[in-house]
């Protein structure tokens, strides 16, 4: 069984995370030097992050546009809850295949401090939404 029922409750965290993200300029500063723009595409259920580092404050939106990507990757949306829980490695979650880029995988690790971030605020906002018990 997947951790999120539906695309709807799968978005509220997103959009919830990256709203805490993108409040502190410090989460963003090292992906914003990036200068890139990444589509994550997640299933199980579906959803769409993008990620644009082009513009100050980095972008965010959670429906596909027109900016062409340098990077798409594409996971499930279980592998994207266990690597912000700390449960798997970003850089293992590559490797081991979970998952798939259409791209430089090697412009993907430039998502690593933002990665880290959101491992930061992740639980919180789980929490807050009644999805994760304290402690």
Known sequence: MTFYPDSDTLLDVMRDLFDHLSADADATREFARSKLVINIHLSDPEAFIGLNARTDPIGFTFSPNQLRPDLSLYLAADTLHKIWLGKI??????????????????KAMQLA?????????????????????DG
């Open 113 to 133: 401090p933002l990665f880290r971030q959101a491992e930061k605020r992740y639980p919180r906002v789980l929490q807050e939404k009644g999805l994760l018990p």
């Open 89 to 106: 490695r970003l850089r293992d979650a590559f490797f081991r295949g979970d998952i798939k880029t259409k791209g430089s995988v090697f």
